[in-house]
């Protein structure tokens, strides 16, 4: 049953179009170069109030990306059920002008269907997104990582099929080394199924992308590149000059360790804080810059635990 409210978009949106949007290599579609992530934030265990003023923040913005997986919460599939409420009480009058992506491969649910690359997992798996975000397709649907233990051409095949069922309209890799990444683009390029983005990890202290080939071979052949964590998870911003908020990621000592701010990575922070300064850039906008400004790279893939943190990222369009 729908749940509306008064939300009604900001009619600016859209007036700094140019400044926004990015051609996703040579497909049809275009991406806003800041993108928000729902892997923290929003899940059950977060202000329901606060994500819904993230995502209304966003939208009003330009931003028209939203990349979610099966298991962003926690508890595992929260991130998803905050959006499909969202989406029930605010957004349905917007589905059409949003890019709204999941994925399957890591674990999800218990036994032997519910983890890595299978067919019956991602099929299983992203019909579970859909029921939980309240729609009846996605625009994008990943393979999150790489099985080595399922064929290639099993999880490629689910993907097709995924966008052939009108489940999801494109198809995304995350995580995958170079050559199966390109025995992927091969096959779905054959299957009249284009890969339209990799997902990997890339930011100023982790350039992984760069140095084994994955963002030239994406830019080379006409596929996307979107960067997740390009904060490193919040390290490359202010949050950490002054010690370790009890609010942050890196207090919650799970998915950020405080073992990672040495005294040699906080003076690494200290000299990127002098260097966005004397850009006239926000420490956070000059960390999100320098991966903008590497060939291939359609978007960055941000998290925000608050409207302020997001409209400082957003704001590196205005500066780039
Ligand atoms: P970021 O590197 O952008 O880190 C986000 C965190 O940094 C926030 O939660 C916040 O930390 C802090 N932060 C953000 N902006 C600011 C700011 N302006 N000033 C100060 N601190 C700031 O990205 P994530 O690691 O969150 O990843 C982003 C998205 O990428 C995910 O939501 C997901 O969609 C995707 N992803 C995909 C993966 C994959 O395997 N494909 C893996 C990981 C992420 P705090 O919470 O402490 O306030």
Request: hydrophobic residues 35%.
């Amino acid at each position: 049953m729908s749940e509306q409210t008064t939300y009604s978009a900001s009619s600016q949106r859209y007036d700094k179009y140019d400044s926004i949007y990015q051609r996703c290599g040579k497909s049809g579609v275009l991406l806003p170069k800041v993108s928000l992530g729902m892997w923290h934030n929003f899940g059950g265990n977060d202000s329901y109030e606060r994500s819904r003023d993230v995502l209304h923040y966003a939208f009003d913005h330009g931003i028209t990306h939203f990349d979610l997986a099966n298991n962003y919460g926690p508890p595992y599939g929260t991130a998803e059920i905050t959006f499909g409420k969202i989406m029930d009480q605010d957004f349905r009058p917007y589905r059409d002008e949003m890019f709204i992506s999941t994925k399957a491969g890591y674990d999800m649910w218990p036994g032997p269907y519910g983890n890595f690359g299978s067919r019956k997992y991602l099929l299983a798996s992203l019909d579970q997104s859909l029921k939980r975000m309240r729609l009846d397709y996605v625009d994008l649907f990943y393979s999150h990582r790489y099985d080595p233990l399922t064929p290639e051409e099993e999880t490629l095949q689910a993907l097709v099929d995924a966008v052939c069922s009108g489940k999801a309209l494109y198809v995304g890799i995350s995580n995958w080394p170079l050559e199966p990444l390109k025995r992927a683009e091969k096959y779905l390029r054959e299957h009249d199924v284009p890969l339209l983005i990799y997902q990997g990890k890339l930011n100023m202290l982790d350039r992984e992308p760069i140095e084994s080939g994955i963002l030239e071979f994406c830019c080379e052949s006409g596929v996307g590149f979107i960067a997740f964590s390009p904060l490193a998870q919040g390290l490359l911003t202010d949050r950490y000059l002054h010690g370790i908020p009890a609010d942050s990621r890196m207090a919650q000592e799970k998915f950020l360790r405080s073992s990672r701010l040495t005294p040699e990575m906080l003076e690494y922070i200290r000299t990127l804080a002098k260097d966005a300064v004397a850009a006239g850039r926000t420490t956070a906008q000059q960390a999100l810059a320098w991966v903008l400004q590497q060939q291939g790279v359609t978007s960055v893939l941000v998290g925000a635990s608050s409207v302020g943190q997001l409209a400082d990222n957003i704001s590196v369009m205005d500066c780039i």
